[in-house]
């Protein structure tokens, strides 16, 4: 059965880091095109950063390009995000999910088979 897990949230304080880890089970992720968005309090959910089957092509929401890095270790059938210099607008759950369209966009839409998330909380 095909499944996204995610985990690495938490509590941190403003200016902070944070790793997120998204492992796929049931299915080999090297072949898939992964994508992290969030969901804050009371907004809808907004793409964040999505990577390459191989991790040569990513792409970054502007409000977190130079702060947050988006990875692959494929070997591990895992895909990461680097989350540096947080603020109180990255509060959120953040969840990872698997490409469904091939249009090149980072967006919602496009993504499917959507892990559980895990909760970031950016406060001192």
């Known amino acids: 059965q095909l499944q996204l897990v995610e985990s690495g949230g938490g509590l941190v304080q403003p200016g902070g880091s944070v790793r997120l880890s998204c492992v796929g089970f049931g299915f080999t992720l090297a072949q898939s095109e992964i994508g992290w968005f969030r969901q804050a309090p009371g907004k809808e959910r907004e793409g964040v950063s999505c990577?390459?089957?191989?991790?040569?092509?990513?792409k970054y929401a502007d409000s977190v390009k130079g702060r947050f890095t988006i990875s692959r270790d494929n070997a591990k059938n895992t895909v990461y995000l680097q989350m540096n210099s947080l603020n109180a607008e990255d509060t959120g759950v953040y969840y990872c999910a698997i490409r469904r369209l091939y249009n090149g966009r980072c967006e919602v839409a496009s993504f499917g088979s959507w892990g559980q998330g895990t909760q970031v909380t950016v406060s001192s």
């Open positions: 990577i390459s089957s191989s991790g040569r092509s990513t």
